[in-house]
């Protein structure tokens, strides 16, 4: 299934219209309608996780034709290509840190939020 036929199934499984999704994801309609009827080859990140969220699914589940769950979300691991020099170790820390991330749970971001000011990610600045 493709990410046209997702955004319709899903679309119909909330009862929702498309205009709907584009007020509560900020897409524009134009954009929204575009992609479900011409089932793009590229999508914008920032436009299928806007879609998603609005959706309550994951991009993964979205982006990728194969995925039939829509709560997938890849791994980190997933990614990392043979051959990569990332130790296992350090690939679970770093997917451990994209979960806190990108977690649901406030405090759980918060510490990923630690962590980027610890690693100097964060636009954040301390006031003195």
């Known amino acids: 299934m493709n990410i046209s036929e997702k955004i319709v199934r899903e679309l119909d499984r909330l009862g929702m219209k498309k205009s709907e999704l584009a007020r509560a994801s900020g897409v524009a309609y134009t954009t929204l309608d575009s992609m479900i ?48 020099i990332l130790s296992k170790s350090d690939a679970r820390m770093l997917d451990t840190y994209l979960k806190l991330k990108n977690s649901d749970d406030p405090e759980a971001r918060a510490l990923a939020s630690v962590i980027d000011r610890i690693l100097g990610l964060s636009e954040h600045e301390d006031e003195e």
């Open 37 to 84: 009827r011409r089932n793009p080859d590229s999508v914008n990140i920032r436009t299928l996780f806007k879609i998603a969220d609005a959706l309550g699914v994951s991009a993964d589940y979205l982006a990728h034709d194969e995925i039939t769950d829509r709560n997938y979300r890849a791994s980190l691991l997933d990614y990392i290509p043979e051959g990569f």
